[in-house]
């Protein structure tokens, strides 16, 4: 059983930053691929981008490409998600995942992640 506790989220101006923390618990923390995702109102949840349980490979959306930047440190099970040039379409609850991924291809599916968190909210301005 994996917890996932999502934090960092807030109220930021366009071309601004945040980064978000993702502190997990449970033993094989280290062993699992990990996800952001996010969902603005009246959208279906996306993929924004993961890294695999060593941090030796990251998937990236296109659209957060170049901006946002995935890394782990299992010592600490946190996850982070550094997000840079922030744009008001970034807007959107964001989401830590967590599973057991060993197929490049499952990194951007939802529906391949065991554990979710509660989502911390993110809203640029413009």
């Known amino acids: 059983q994996v917890q996932l506790i999502e934090s960092g989220g807030g109220l930021v101006q366009a071309g601004g930053s945040l980064r978000l923390s993702c502190a997990a618990s449970?033993?094989?923390?280290?062993?699992?691929?990990m996800g952001w995702f996010r969902q603005a109102p009246g959208k279906e949840r996306e993929f924004v981008v993961a890294?695999?349980?060593?941090?030796?490979?990251?998937y990236y959306a296109d659209s957060v490409k170049g901006r946002f930047t995935i890394s782990r440190d299992n010592g600490k099970k946190t996850v982070y998600l550094q997000m840079n040039s922030l744009k008001p379409e970034d807007t959107a609850v964001y989401y830590c995942?967590?599973?057991?991924?060993?197929?490049?291809?499952?990194?951007?599916?939802?529906?391949?992640?065991?554990?979710w968190g509660q989502g911390t909210q993110v809203t640029v301005s413009s």
């Open positions: 890294i695999d349980w060593s941090g030796g490979s990251t």
């Open positions: 995942a967590a599973a057991p991924i060993t197929t490049r291809a499952d990194y951007i599916r939802s529906d391949k992640y065991t554990y």
């Open positions: 449970g033993r094989t923390f280290s062993s699992y691929g």
